[in-house]
């Protein structure tokens, strides 16, 4: 059934028949509660010394049925839970959900929510990259990266907190726009925060870009080919690091970030520090849309027409977004109802963690660590 | 209301002449599906995933619909890098019926096929590694399926396992 011969033949992800207690080999459990596997997932490593030959994710601690809760609550009380699944990232998480629906109402948000809707997804990518890089460095072994990422995500969060009221579950769009008109001072703070931010991403990549340990730690760690990401479904960040410039934000626009310049950092190796890298890229190129959005920001409406009651016709619809892990996506379909028949999340995480096998064979134990911390996974997305 | 109407183009014009009318071909909300008859699912998915460059598995996932004779709908939502579209697949298959995997397609199904299995009981034929995702192993139920109560849990499961009465 497969051509092997194609360039885009799939991957060969079976292990020579072996028996399983090998005197040489030694099967380890990692987890679920391990201070780096950023939540409760639980690896089963099979290592030969320090090497390790493969390895199994078992996941679902967190599951908590989102899908299923989706199915018996109206579209409107939906909303808030999508929030508690990428909890770093809340508001693209809501921005997936709102699009989704909109798209099954026929309705499209007025250009100022799509522009406060930008400007706060972006400040989100920025704040879930932060976290990210801090500690995945203090996972590595760098402590110091997660002080200066926390303190400079503090004033993301309070731009949220000034704006809805939440800072992590944020709750933050409606479908159709909007509940919120911005705060007096909101573009202000907004730029002011850039300008504070632009130098600190220097200072970032001061500590980490050229110091021997990070980079000894990382280049040539957990490195995939664009070929084996796209095979497995991987997206975001891992997959442009592996020389695929992909972004859904250019290949199929959503909200109006048509409108905005900006370009798509990718890498050529496909390892640790180019993922670190084109992170850190992707940060400054947030920067640069916000700074277009808030420079550009319309006056006018933030909600569109969308009835009190919500009942999309019957029909189905698959939208996704570009969140700060990959594809996010929403499949809804929708019996006329005011409750969704069907709600279906593809979680960018979840698809991404299946490459952590491929990824961590015949590397070191150390590096399960530092794979896992760039993969960037949140749990509560994988498990939902 | 809207409608689906038909979606034409070259793609769908090649696979009907190739597989006759097993094929229906529908555009809603500007996006494109079809719904194929489950004897041709293998053959049209390699097809569109060796011949019409849809090299990106997105999502697979399933839809419940107890009142219809064939319960279950399978959708397989696929990209195309080289050619920038989306499509999605669509076939339905009645319960106890298998659905023929994908992963020599693509790798990345596993896992997706993994979570059908676990939610509805849909069984993937030559699946390598066929069992629960985020449920416990032994849990009995498909939980999204449309008879199975948002309230409802393995009690048995949660006695023997974690030694309380009840989950709630």
Request: aromatic share 10%.
């Amino acid at each position: 059934m497969t051509d092997r011969n194609s360039s885009l033949s799939p991957l060969d992800l079976e292990t020579p028949e072996k028996p399983f207690l090998d005197a040489n080999e030694l099967v380890i459990n990692m987890g679920p509660q391990h201070p780096a596997t950023h939540g409760v997932l639980r690896v089963i490593l099979r290592l030969d010394g320090e090497k390790v030959l493969g390895l199994e994710c078992v996941i679902g601690y967190l599951h908590r049925g989102v899908e299923k809760i989706g199915e018996h609550r109206t579209y409107t009380m939906f909303n808030p839970y999508v929030d508690r699944m990428d909890y770093v990232a809340a508001v693209s998480n809501g921005l997936g959900y709102c699009e989704t629906v909109e798209k099954l109402l026929n309705v499209e948000a007025p250009p100022r929510a799509q522009h406060v809707r930008v400007i706060l997804t972006e400040l989100n990518r920025i704040a879930s990259h932060q976290l990210w890089l801090g500690t995945h460095a203090l996972d590595i072994g760098a402590i110091t990266p997660l002080f200066y990422t926390f303190r400079d995500r503090e004033e993301i969060l309070k731009i949220y907190e000034k704006y809805c009221g939440a800072r992590l579950t944020t709750h933050a769009f409606r479908i159709g726009g909007l509940q919120y008109e911005t705060y007096n001072g909101f573009e202000k703070e907004v730029k002011n925060f850039l300008d504070f931010f632009r130098p600190k991403i220097d200072e970032y990549e001061e500590l980490l870009t050229t110091n021997r340990i990070w980079v000894e730690r990382t280049k040539n760690i957990g490195v995939i080919s664009g070929k084996d990401c796209i095979a497995l479904g991987v997206t975001g960040p891992v997959l442009r690091a592996s020389g695929v410039k992909w972004d859904l934000r250019r290949a199929q626009p959503y909200a109006n970030y048509k409108d905005f310049d900006f370009d798509i950092p990718t890498g050529q190796n496909g390892d640790t520090y180019d993922r670190y890298l084109v992170r850190m890229a992707e940060m400054r190129q947030s920067v640069r849309i916000i700074q277009q959005a808030v420079d550009a920001l319309p006056e006018g409406p933030i909600m569109a027409k969308v009835p009190k009651v919500m009942k999309p016709a019957a029909g189905e619809v698959y939208h996704s977004i570009e969140a700060p892990k990959g594809e996010l996506g929403y499949f809804i379909v929708s019996d006329g109802s005011t409750q969704p028949y069907r709600v279906r999340v593809r979680p960018p995480s979840f698809v991404n963690l299946q490459a952590l096998d491929v990824m961590c064979r015949g590397q070191l134990v150390a590096d399960v660590i530092a794979v896992i911390g760039t993969l960037d996974i949140v749990l509560g997305e994988v498990d939902r | 209301m809207p409608t689906p109407v038909p979606w034409d183009s070259p793609l769908v014009a090649k696979l009907k002449s190739s597989y006759g009318s097993g094929i229906e071909a529908l555009t809603y909300a500007g996006q494109n599906y079809m719904t194929v008859d489950r004897s041709m699912i293998p053959e049209i998915l390699q097809v569109l995933r060796n011949e019409e460059q849809f090299d990106y598995c997105v999502d697979i996932t399933a839809v419940h619909y107890p009142q219809r004779e064939k319960q279950f709908e399978i959708v397989w939502v696929l990209y195309s890098f080289a050619r920038n579209e989306r499509m999605r697949v669509k076939t339905q298959i009645a319960d106890g019926e298998g659905i023929a995997s994908s992963i020599p397609l693509w790798p990345g199904a596993n896992w997706l096929e993994r979570e059908v299995f676990d939610m509805f009981g849909i069984k993937f034929d030559g699946h390598p590694d066929l069992k629960r995702i985020l449920l416990p192993e032994g849990w009995k139920g498909h939980p999204l399926r449309k008879d199975y109560g948002i309230l409802q849990q393995d009690n048995e499961w949660v006695q023997i396992n974690l030694g309380i009465e009840s989950g709630q």
